[in-house]
């Protein structure tokens, strides 16, 4: 069992910046690929990035590319989602999502992860 919390989310205007981060149970958080996905009201749950377990790749949707940035640190269990440039678009809740499959996927299913953090909730004005 793997329990992911998330954090940092917040109210920013426009063009800001934010830093989310979830925190992982367990000691084999290094064994999971991580994901982020984001909710936006009435809309589904859509990928947002992803990071490979040793942290040497990353994965964007295409929408965020170039403005997010994914990082991990396994001696901690934490993983990081550095939003920059954000956009009001990006309001959503936002989600860690830990994947037990071996191959860091493009564009995976929100169906597919095996654990969830409980979200955090990033609200962007303009």
């Known amino acids: 069992q793997v329990a992911l919390v998330e954090s940092g989310g917040g109210l920013v205007q426009a063009g800001g910046s934010l830093r989310l981060s979830c925190a992982a149970s367990?000691?084999?958080?290094?064994?999971?690929?991580m994901y982020w996905f984001r909710q936006a009201p009435g809309k589904e749950r859509e990928f947002v990035g992803g990071?490979?377990?040793?942290?040497?790749?990353?994965r964007y949707a295409d929408s965020v590319k170039g403005r997010f940035s994914i990082s991990r640190d396994n001696a901690k269990n934490t993983v990081s989602l550095q939003m920059n440039n954000l956009k009001s678009e990006d309001t959503a809740v936002y989600y860690c999502?830990?994947?037990?499959?071996?191959?860091?996927?493009?564009?995976?299913?929100?169906?597919?992860?095996?654990?969830w953090g409980k979200g955090t909730l990033v609200t962007v004005s303009s």
């Open positions: 990071i490979s377990r040793s942290g040497a790749t990353t």
């Open positions: 999502a830990a994947d037990s499959r071996v191959v860091l996927r493009p564009s995976p299913s929100a169906s597919g992860m095996n654990y």
């Open positions: 367990g000691r084999t958080f290094s064994n999971y690929i």
